[in-house]
């Protein structure tokens, strides 16, 4: 006989496990996802360029500085106040730089840094230190130069088109006329030579850029010292160059009037001295030095010449004292030197005024 089973199933605890799973929770048993917090501030710095602050970047001559970067580099790193003396810049393009120390009585220090061929046009340098540096062949037009610090600093073959130039220390002598007198004190004449060449160029360039400004007084200065260094390029015993000197001890090559009065009273003091020694008729009368006559009659005699060089100076001529003898001569020449120099006086005196 056939045992009989009963049809009920039997579920095992796999089953039953996999059937729990699959029923849906309830609200109150449901887990909870993590939600992404919007509000979160990123906190991670940005990323420092580590060169801005490495000395050998800035101060090897070998280190490429023709990237773009060199721009942002340099005005961090001036604005940390630390020393950029010396550094090595050749090259660069800095364009628009802006090196202006706000807030300092005193503007950065670039001095003794080197500028060959960099691009400085535009650049902001307001009150910056470049003594001894190296501006050669650099380009610095429509840069803001006032009140710097140029002293033995090398412009040879800068561009200065348009640079602001206002209150400028250039030092007494520019880098290249020092070199000159060097070379002359060392007896190295072609050296010599060709620092007066360049210096020449120099204060052209200077000169000319003043000029363009309105700066007469700086660019007067700067012609003055551009004709020296032609002078000084001329051989030693030429006329050209008694010439030359002759000219500038009379005024200065047309930029110092006051050697022109200066040159006026010493002829005509001169002139009396002569006049009162070798003697002038008055009225029949001889007016010379005598050891004969007492202090207080010679010393009227020589005011009596004293005028008399002051007529024949200005070429009046009133006739109540005439020349005898050699004084003559000195009438003749004093009366020539006279008509020249008042001349000259007033090219010399107009020249500086219309500036």
Not at 324 to 329: A, F, K
Request: hydrophobic share 40%; net charge neutral; glycine share 6%.
């Amino acid at each position: 006989m056939s045992q009989h089973i009963p049809l009920t199933s039997h579920v095992s605890n796999e089953d039953a496990t996999a059937s729990h799973s699959a029923t849906p929770l309830s609200d109150d048993n449901k887990e909870t996802e993590p939600v992404a917090d919007n509000n979160r501030v990123n906190t991670k710095e940005p990323k420092v360029d580590p060169l801005i602050f490495d000395l050998v970047y800035w101060r090897d001559p070998e280190v490429d500085k023709t990237d773009a970067q060199v721009k942002v580099r340099l005005e961090t790193y001036a604005k940390s106040l630390q020393n950029m003396v010396g550094f090595q810049l050749r090259g660069a393009n800095l364009c628009d730089v802006d090196l202006v120390n706000r807030g300092s009585k005193v503007g950065y220090d670039l001095s003794y840094a080197d500028f060959y061929r960099a691009n400085l046009s535009d650049a902001h340098m307001f009150k910056i230190n470049l003594k001894g540096a190296s501006l050669m062949k650099a380009k610095l037009c429509r840069a803001n130069l006032h009140c710097a610090n140029l002293e033995d600093c090398n412009l040879l073959g800068a561009d200065l088109t348009q640079a602001k130039l206002e209150n400028i220390f250039w030092g007494k002598y520019i880098l290249q006329e020092k070199k000159a007198i060097q070379a002359k004190i060392q007896r190295k004449y072609h050296e010599m030579k060709q620092f007066y060449e360049e210096a020449e160029e120099v204060y052209r360039s200077i000169r000319k850029t003043c000029e363009a400004q309105g700066l007469f007084d700086v660019s007067g200065y700067f012609f003055h010292r551009e004709m020296i260094m032609r002078r000084y390029q001329m051989p030693r015993w030429s006329a050209l160059r008694f010439f030359s000197k002759l000219v500038d001890l009379l005024c200065g090559y047309g930029q110092r009037p006051l050697r022109v009065v200066f040159f006026s009273f010493s002829l005509i003091a001169l002139c009396a001295v002569a006049y009162f020694f070798i003697g002038v008729a008055d009225s029949g009368q001889l007016v010379k030095f005598n050891w004969d006559h007492g202090f207080l009659k010679n010393m009227y005699g020589l005011t009596d010449c004293l005028y008399f060089s002051v007529v024949t100076f200005t070429t009046l001529g009133y006739g109540d004292f005439t020349p005898v003898g050699l004084t003559r001569l000195v009438a003749a020449i004093e009366a020539f030197a006279g008509s020249f120099t008042m001349a000259l006086f007033v090219v010399v005196f107009v020249n500086k005024i219309l500036r």
